[in-house]
C-alpha cells in the first residue's frame, strides 16, 4: 500500500468524476493512488526518488492571488474552470489557439491539431480575446499557438492587434516548417512585434522525429534557428521527452543550445503526458523531475547538475524545474536571489526578459561588435546576457496523474471560445476515450 504523504483530489482517467487522491510512498517511488467507484483503482508514478528527496523539492508559496472576473464555484475544479474562486493563482501565460489546422501530424499532439473541422477564429474574434483578457487581470505574455499558428498569413496582424490592446510579450507555439522556408514572413513577424520563436526542437537525430512527428525533420528545425538569427528574433528550444526514443539526448540538447546563444535563449523540456493523441501511460513509462535531472546530469558528465535546480516560484513546486547559466569553458550556474516564491506577474516579467533579444542583442547576432565601450558596466552586463541560458521543464498533467492541488496553482491558461480562462492541464485533460473535459 505505502506510506501516505498527502491527500489531495483528482478525477477518473474514465469518467472525470472528481474523487479523494493519495500522494503514496512507495519502495519505488511516489505514486498518486485513487480509486472510482465505477472504474476501479487508478496509480501512477509522479516522483521518480524517495520520500526524502520529494518532500525537499516542495518549495511551498501559500500567497493566493486575486482573480479578476472570478466565476463562482457551482461542480467544483476542475468543471468551474473559467477562472473559478478557488483558483490560487493570476495568469502569468495565455495560450491564444488561432488555427485548428497543421502541416504536421504529430502522433503526440496535446490538441489533436487537423482532426477539427471548425473556421479559424476572425481577427473580430481575437480582438475581443485581448479586450476580454485584459478585463481578466491583463495584459498576459501571450503564446500564439493552435494547430500550427503559421498555417495564418495574418498572424502579424493578430500580433500587431494584441500590441495594440497592450500586450508586451508574443511567443510563437510552431513546428518551424514555415519559418525555414519563408524568411519574409518570419521578418514579417518580428517587425509586428514577435518576441520569440518557441520551437518544438524534440531530437538531433532524425529518428526520434519519425516517431514523435512522423517524418525527419533535423535540418529543418537547425534551418528555423538559422533564419532566427538573421531576422533578430530569439528561440526557445521545446524538446517532448518520451522514454525510449529521446530521453539519451537531453545533455546534446543542452550543449546545443548552448552552442547557438545568444539567439537560442533557452531549452525547455517537456515530458510527454497522455492527452490529445497520446498514451504515455501504456506507449512508455512516465517521466518524472528526478528523471530527467538524473539523465541531464549524467549525460552532461556533471556540468549541469541536478542540486542547480529549483522548483518554479509561482506554480506549485512538482510542476517544474529552473536554472540559468553562464556559459564559457564551463557552465556556470547562475544563483538565485531574494524571494524563492514569487507571483505570476513577476514570473511573467522574468520568462519575458529571458526569452526576448534585446536590440542591441539582436545587432550582434547579425555579425555586429558589441554597442558598448570596453571595459564598461553596460558591455560587461551585455555580454553577461550574451551568454545566459535558461534550462528549464515544465511537467504536464493527464487524467492520471491529475492533481488538483497543482491545478488550484496554474499559470498557464488557454483562452476560450467566449474568452474565457482554463488552466491548460485541465483544458487538455482527455479521458481513456479520448474525449477532452474543455476542449471543443
Known amino acids: 500500500m505505502g506510506k501516505v504523504l498527502n491527500t489531495t483530489k483528482s478525477v477518473c482517467p474514465v469518467c472525470f468524476k472528481t474523487m479523494p487522491a493519495a500522494v503514496t510512498s512507495c519502495s519505488d517511488g511516489i505514486y498518486l493512488k485513487k480509486e472510482c467507484t465505477v472504474h476501479g483503482a487508478f496509480s501512477a508514478l509522479i516522483w521518480a526518488g524517495d520520500e526524502e528527496s520529494y518532500l525537499a523539492w516542495d518549495r511551498p508559496n501559500e500567497k493566493k492571488d486575486a482573480i479578476a472576473d472570478a466565476k463562482p464555484v457551482e461542480k467544483g475544479c476542475p468543471h468551474d474552470c473559467g477562472l473559478c474562486e478557488m483558483h490560487r493563482r493570476q495568469t502569468c501565460c495565455v495560450l491564444l489557439e488561432v488555427t485548428s ?102 531530437s538531433l537525430k532524425d529518428t526520434a522525429y519519425t516517431v514523435l512527428r512522423g517524418q525527419a525533420l ?67 513509462r512516465r517521466l518524472t523531475i528526478p528523471d530527467i535531472l538524473h539523465r541531464i546530469e549524467t549525460q552532461t558528465s556533471g556540468a549541469v547538475r541536478r542540486a542547480d535546480f529549483t522548483a518554479g516560484g509561482a506554480e506549485n513546486s512538482y510542476c517544474s524545474f529552473h536554472a540559468n547559466y553562464i556559459v564559457g569553458k564551463v557552465l556556470k550556474p547562475v544563483k538565485q536571489t531574494g524571494d524563492s516564491c514569487c507571483s505570476s506577474s513577476q514570473s511573467r516579467e522574468v520568462v519575458a526578459r529571458q526569452w526576448t ?64 480562462l482554463v488552466p491548460f492541464c485541465a483544458y487538455n485533460l482527455t479521458n481513456t476515450k479520448g474525449r477532452y473535459l474543455h476542449r471543443r
Not at 115 to 137: C, F, N, S, V
Not at 146 to 168: H, Q, S, V
Request: aromatic residues 8%; glycine residues 10%.
Open 101 to 202: 489546422r497543421c502541416n504536421l501530424g504529430c502522433p503526440v499532439c496535446f490538441a489533436s491539431a487537423n482532426e477539427r473541422t471548425d473556421r479559424d477564429p476572425d481577427i473580430q474574434t481575437i480582438a475581443g480575446w485581448y479586450r476580454a483578457l485584459m478585463a481578466k487581470g491583463g495584459p498576459f505574455n501571450i503564446q500564439l499557438s493552435g494547430g500550427e499558428p503559421t498555417m495564418r498569413d495574418d498572424l502579424d496582424e493578430i500580433i500587431r492587434i494584441g500590441r495594440k490592446a497592450g500586450f508586451t510579450f508574443f511567443q510563437l507555439n510552431t513546428n518551424g516548417l514555415r519559418l525555414a522556408e519563408d524568411i519574409d514572413y518570419t521578418k514579417r513577424l518580428e517587425e509586428a512585434g514577435l518576441n520569440c520563436v518557441y520551437l518544438q526542437f524534440d
Open 218 to 284: 533535423l535540418d529543418i528545425k537547425k534551418r528555423v534557428i538559422e533564419v532566427c538569427r538573421k531576422v533578430g528574433l530569439g528561440v526557445v528550444l521545446v524538446p517532448t521527452i518520451v522514454e525510449g526514443v529521446n530521453d539519451d539526448e537531453l545533455g546534446k540538447l543542452i550543449l546545443f543550445a548552448a552552442e547557438n546563444l545568444p539567439t537560442v535563449r533557452g531549452i525547455h523540456f517537456q515530458p510527454a503526458t497522455s492527452v490529445g493523441r497520446f498514451e504515455v501511460q501504456r506507449a512508455a
Open 357 to 420: 533579444l534585446k536590440e542591441e542583442q539582436k545587432s550582434a547576432c547579425c555579425g555586429e561588435n558589441s554597442p558598448y565601450e570596453t571595459d564598461s558596466l553596460d558591455r560587461f552586463l551585455f555580454e553577461r546576457e550574451q551568454r545566459m541560458l535558461s534550462i528549464s521543464g515544465m511537467l504536464f498533467q493527464d487524467a492520471y496523474n491529475f492533481d488538483l492541488n497543482r491545478v488550484g496553482q496554474c499559470y498557464i491558461c488557454e483562452v476560450t471560445a467566449e474568452g474565457g
